[in-house]
């Protein structure tokens, strides 16, 4: 069936009660991992499969999960969760009646590689079956649904709690993965029955029924059972983020990225980072961030949404949603955030706070400052404990401070408030009004120097000195 349409169903109404989530307005779906909620690589894998549909079956704690699924997946509802195969007879409006293929996943499997939905698409239509199977071989078999084979092909698959004598011991379990003849899978809904263990509408009760109408019904066995791991609870959540962890860290090393220490290098499935850039222990990054080449990120640094050019470096420090230029240097601990935007060769020293501020090419804020909402031109010094005060309880302002000025140090900028190019600020000023171009602003009480009085002071003191019990 080469060419034929190809749909896809993702199941993810169920509870997922063994996460013991307080809230039940969380779907297990929408857990991440590695800062990607689960369901969101099952669609990634999926999105290579050049689907005609992608439906998404939500019920439970659905509000999260449309939010993973809008705009990737048309949403069915199943209100009450009466089983795999009631799940997908949601998608019975879109998909009745349609010539074609159908793919049907869970939503809680995210190691399932797009390579291996394909070969499963290939294998699928070179032999010209109408329903295939993913199966794996499971040392400990409990809990899947097992693979009956006659004359090779499958005949049925039996849930665990429906066993009888020697099927305990098959070994060939039901992956929870499908392709179906859309057309027969619809028609073999509506023969489903609640006669089991379970009392519920199996979908894989559907397999038999392919069977029994004489129809080509095969397994496709995996190789790697890791990949098709279903999340049921959180050790299994940590047990997945480990197994995800491996692999992106290998792919990004394979590219000519080195990662220090991959077990303590936390890298989301969505970041790209260059050839010769060093990820050093204890380093997350997430998000979609996009890192150039031959830059040193970490130990002990965050990133997340964040671009980043090459040859720079963020030690001990915590960036989010910001860019960084060329041969940008941040840290350490150092906290960006807010759009920042840090431009080329400029340098973000110790203990600073940047939030939504443009901060020019070569320009540098070294120590212990917080500049919130400001642009800053180029060539500028920021001198240390700088603080641009944006907020007065109510509403924000922007401040602007020009190219080659010197702010000194200790200095409080009272935005809205303008500083122009080459102006000079007086250590420990406070500015409340704008600095011409050029100008030096001094804006703090005078020095007043009295001669011995220090000793006088200490004199007084001792006076009254209190004893301490
Ligand atoms: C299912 C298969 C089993 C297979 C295993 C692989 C059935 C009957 N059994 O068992 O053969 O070995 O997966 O992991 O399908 N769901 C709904 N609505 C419902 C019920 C379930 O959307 O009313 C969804 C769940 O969210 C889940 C999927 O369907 O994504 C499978 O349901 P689950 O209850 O986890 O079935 P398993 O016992 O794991
Ligand atoms: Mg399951």
Known sequence: MANAERYAIILAAGKGSRMKSRRDDVSKVSFPLLGVPLMAYVMDALDACSLEHLIAVLGFGGATSSKVAEGRAEIVWQKEQKGSGHAVMMAAPILEGKEGETIICCGDTPLLRAETLQNLFEFHEK?????????????????????????????????????????HDIKEVNAGVYIFDNKVLFDSLKLLKTDNAAGEYYLTDVIGIFASKGLKVDGYVAEDPVEMSGINDRVQLAAAAKAMQKRINERLMLSGVTIEDPDTAYIGPYVQIGADTIIKPNTTILGRTAIGSENVIGPNSYLENVTMGDEGFVLSSHVVDSTLGQKVQVGPYARIRGNAVIRDDAHIGNFMELKNVDFGSGSKAMHLSYLGDATVGEGTNIGCGTIVANYDGVNKFHSEIGSRAFVGSGSTLISPVKVDDEAFVAAGSTITSDVEKGAMAIARGRQVNKPGYAAKLREKALKTKIESK
Do not use: H, W
């Open 127 to 167: 032999n010209g079956n109408d329903l295939t199977v993913l199966t794996f071989i499971a040392e400990n078999p409990k809990g899947y649904g097992r693979i009956v084979r006659k004359s090779g092909l499958v005949e049925g698959i039996i849930e665990q709690k429906d066993l009888v004598g020697e099927q």
